[in-house]
């Protein structure tokens, strides 16, 4: 005890040790973790730039390649949830003034949008009804008219259920020269995505829906289109800890410390990517989308209303109307009470209207889906 000064214990608390519920979580996120995910989180952490610890760098950034099925050298887990990776994505590569076009369907373009405005970019939006999808046409008119540098766009919105066809997207970008963001946080290791098939030049996801692992890492991918641009660009990135110019120096050959890396985390994520390489991403989608596919049939077996059409519905987020009279915010907490099931509410313009039920890596479980159902058909009111 210092002479001067005496300790002030008004926030001392005497607590016990943490004691967590168990949840099934089947909501819109995070999504339980795999048990293996979840060992290897617990290990002692071994120092960021030990040889060890680099060459887990290295198996990580391979396997979030063959995840998004891309050969981008700029593949890496931004330290951060996937907000800093979008974040990320934007402040790398934005200038101000530059033309940002945003594909808005749901609540996490209108994020995107934000964001980028953030980063004063002259930003423009086209809108779809939360609930649909763009149409190449819809994209092509506006890439016509407003010649964007960047056009961002969420491939599966978590806010609506609503997957995004890509086909073609890639191709319009290229001929009216823009480079394509896509979010991929609600899809990447559950539903298809073929980043450089796509030609897609920015991409961004998270580490706690289809990869199994806590919140905490937002991998990130740039390609080499997007690269240039930033190499172009006049001034320094905008924002020190996420500047991919300085954390390529601690990625690449030269491992230069930039900050001390979440070292757990990337334990857990390398073991994640490392269940999905091992079941394989056309049995990682399958398996998302059967299982899903049995939710669907049994909700609508039920009498339930899907919220998303068919031909566009996100194995992962399914959106289920609450039907008339039902209090659908009561339902949830009985769920999370009585069952310990998370089953999330809506977002945005969906507030209120409808249930999000996610089905997301280790979760996506045919059990799973049996048990939920069978909630939902003996105490739903
Ligand atoms: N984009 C989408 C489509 C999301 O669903 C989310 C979160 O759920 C985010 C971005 C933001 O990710 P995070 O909450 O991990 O920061």
Same mark, same amino acid.
């Given at each position: 005890?210092?002479?001067?000064?005496?300790?002030?214990?008004?926030?001392?608390?005497?607590?016990?040790?943490?004691?967590?519920?168990?949840?099934?979580?089947?909501?819109?996120?995070?999504?339980?973790?795999?048990?293996?995910?979840?060992?290897?989180?617990?290990?002692?952490?071994?120092?960021?730039?030990?040889?060890?610890?680099?060459?887990?760098?290295?198996?990580?950034?391979?396997?979030?390649?063959?995840?998004?099925?891309?050969?981008?050298?700029?593949?890496?887990?931004?330290?951060?949830?996937?907000?800093?990776?979008?974040?990320?994505?934007?402040?790398?590569?934005?200038?101000?003034?530059?033309?940002?076009?945003?594909?808005?369907?749901?609540?996490?373009?209108?994020?995107?949008?934000?964001?980028?405005?953030?980063?004063?970019?002259?930003?423009?939006?086209?809108?779809?009804?939360?609930?649909?999808?763009?149409?190449?046409?819809?994209?092509?008119?506006?890439?016509?008219?407003?010649?964007?540098?960047?056009?961002?766009?969420?491939?599966?919105?978590?806010?609506?259920?609503?997957?995004?066809?890509?086909?073609?997207?890639?191709?319009?970008?290229?001929?009216?020269?823009?480079?394509?963001? /896509?979010?991929?946080?609600?899809?990447?290791?559950?539903?298809?995505?073929?980043?450089?098939?796509?030609?897609?030049?920015?991409?961004?996801?998270?580490?706690?829906?289809?990869?199994?692992?806590?919140?905490? /890492?937002?991998?990130?991918?740039?390609?080499?289109?997007?690269?240039?641009?930033?190499?172009?660009?006049?001034?320094?990135?905008?924002?020190w800890y996420l500047d991919v110019t300085l954390l390529n120096q601690y990625w690449g050959t030269d491992r230069v410390y930039h900050h001390t890396a979440p070292v757990n985390m990337n334990f857990g994520m390398r073991e994640a990517?490392?269940?999905?390489?091992?079941?394989?991403?056309?049995?990682? &989608?399958?398996?998302?989308?059967?299982?899903?596919?049995?939710?669907?049939?049994?909700?609508?077996?039920?009498?339930?209303?899907?919220?998303?059409?068919?031909?566009?519905?996100?194995?992962?987020?399914?959106?289920?109307?609450?039907?008339?009279?039902?209090?659908?915010?009561?339902?949830?907490?009985?769920?999370?009470?009585?069952?310990?099931?998370?089953?999330?509410?809506?977002?945005?313009?969906?507030?209120?209207?409808? &249930?999000?039920?996610?089905?997301?890596?280790?979760?996506?479980?045919?059990?799973?889906?049996?048990?939920?159902?069978?909630?939902?058909?003996?105490?739903?009111?």
């Open positions: 005890m210092s002479a001067l000064h005496t300790v002030n214990n008004a926030h001392r608390r005497a607590l016990g040790p943490i004691a967590t519920p168990d949840r099934l979580l089947l909501g819109p996120g995070p999504s339980n973790a795999h048990p293996t995910v979840l060992q290897a989180l617990s290990r002692n952490p071994i120092g960021h730039l030990d040889p060890l610890y680099v060459e887990l760098m290295g198996e990580v950034q391979e396997l979030l390649r063959y995840a998004w099925q891309t050969d981008n050298r700029l593949t890496i887990p931004m330290s951060g949830t996937g907000s800093a990776a979008m974040e990320a994505a934007l402040a790398n590569t934005l200038e101000p003034g530059d033309k940002v076009l945003i594909a808005v369907k749901g609540y996490f373009g209108l994020r995107l949008a934000d964001m980028a405005g953030r980063y004063r970019a002259d930003v423009v939006t086209i809108e779809r009804p939360w609930g649909e999808a763009f149409t190449l046409e819809e994209i092509e008119a506006a890439l016509r008219e407003h010649r964007p540098a960047i056009l961002g766009m969420v491939h599966a919105e978590t806010s609506t259920g609503i997957l995004q066809p890509m086909e073609g997207v890639g191709e319009l970008c290229r001929q009216y020269g823009c480079l394509l963001l /896509l979010d991929t946080v609600t899809s990447l290791g559950a539903v298809p995505v073929h980043l450089d098939d796509w030609q897609v030049d920015l991409a961004y996801s998270c580490s706690q829906k289809g990869l199994s692992c806590p919140p905490g /890492l937002g991998p990130f991918t740039m390609g080499p289109r997007a690269e240039a641009k930033m190499e172009a660009r006049r001034g320094k990135v905008p924002n990517l490392r269940l999905l390489a091992e079941e394989g991403l056309e049995h990682a &989608w399958a398996r998302h989308r059967r299982n899903a596919e049995s939710l669907w049939a049994g909700l609508e077996a039920l009498g339930l209303e899907l919220h998303a059409p068919e031909h566009l519905r996100l194995p992962t987020l399914t959106t289920v109307r609450i039907p008339e009279g039902v209090d659908g915010k009561a339902f949830t907490l009985h769920l999370l009470n009585k069952h310990g099931i998370e089953v999330g509410g809506g977002l945005g313009a969906l507030a209120g209207k409808v &249930w999000r039920i996610g089905l997301m890596g280790y979760n996506s479980r045919a059990e799973n889906v049996e048990l939920l159902l069978e909630l939902f058909r003996t105490e739903l009111p």
